[in-house]
DNA sequence: ATGGTTGCTTAGCAA
């Protein structure tokens, strides 16, 4: 079972690229963050026709996030359950081939301290309760997403730059960890115990030609799953050419059972 | 070099 994670940067402006993706890689799952699009303007039909299922939490302009995938999906979530603080579209859960899969889009933060930074705090608090009342240990889950946290100094290219950014500080490298240890496994941080593998490169400071990105999104699985792990990497090719998204899509390949 | 880009929506915000 082939899983990928993607961050868009919009599904309309990505289309061609999204499409083109889909049928040159085949993912059994793929979980987009940014579609920024409401559901009624999201483009099912073309997606269907590409042979996948979809499920979509949209919101005009920003966040809205979706999974697509071959299979049949059941237990659809859109949102955390009795959500009272997010008014925001940066999740969504379903069942798909027996395995509970998650796409997130983790707020950013902006700068530490700021009223953004409280909030993807609370945001994070919200996704850890979410993954403890989900009994991870008794089933299969894997969690895909752009979490805005880069854990280790590896996955930054330049960690004395990055350093003390709501991307790269301690406070957010001890809520990944408080992540992991909930019982999740990090499959393209294990893939590559050197790092070196970045998902996400800035437009503004010409990130990608300058060599300068960041290991972000990420695909945690269950133990259970992460050992039937064969490979994970990142489709680096996919931030070249005309018009990418910031992010390039994260992948993790699983044996199936 | 304290800049630079992109997307949505339409001048300002978010990343």
């Not at 026709?49 to 966040?63: I, K, P």
């Not at 608090?125 to 008794?138: A, G, N, P, T």
């Amino acid at each position: 079972m082939l899983v990928a994670t993607w961050n868009v940067n919009s599904i309309r402006a990505r289309y061609e690229r999204l499409s083109r993706w889909l049928s040159s890689h085949q993912p059994d799952v793929l979980c987009l963050q940014e579609v920024k699009v409401e559901e009624k303007a999201f483009p099912f039909e073309a997606i269907r026709e590409a042979g996948y299922n979809v499920e979509v939490f949209g919101q005009r302009t920003y966040n809205g996030v979706a999974i697509l995938a071959k299979g049949e999906m059941t237990e659809v979530q859109k949102g955390f359950p009795k959500d009272a603080f997010d008014d925001q579209a940066r999740f969504i859960a379903a069942k798909v081939n027996g395995v509970r899969v998650v796409s997130i889009y983790v707020p950013n933060g902006k700068v530490v301290g700021s009223e953004s930074y409280e909030y993807k705090l609370r945001w994070l608090f919200q996704l850890k309760r979410f993954l403890e009342e989900s009994e991870i240990s008794s089933g299969d889950i894997i969690v895909c997403g752009d979490l805005n946290i880069a854990p280790n100094p590896g996955d930054v290219a330049r960690p004395q730059q990055w350093e003390g950014s709501v991307l790269y500080n301690p406070e957010m490298r001890s809520e990944f960890t408080e992540l992991l240890a909930l019982g999740l496994a990090d499959t393209i941080g294990k893939r590559f115990p050197d790092g070196g593998i970045y998902s996400w490169w800035d437009y503004q400071q010409l990130g990608f030609q300058l060599g300068n990105g960041l290991r972000i999104d990420h695909i945690l699985a269950s133990r259970g799953l992460a050992v039937r792990c064969t490979d994970a990497g990142v489709d680096r090719e996919e931030r070249k050419g005309k018009l990418p998204s910031d992010h390039a899509p994260v992948w993790a390949m699983f044996e199936t059972t």
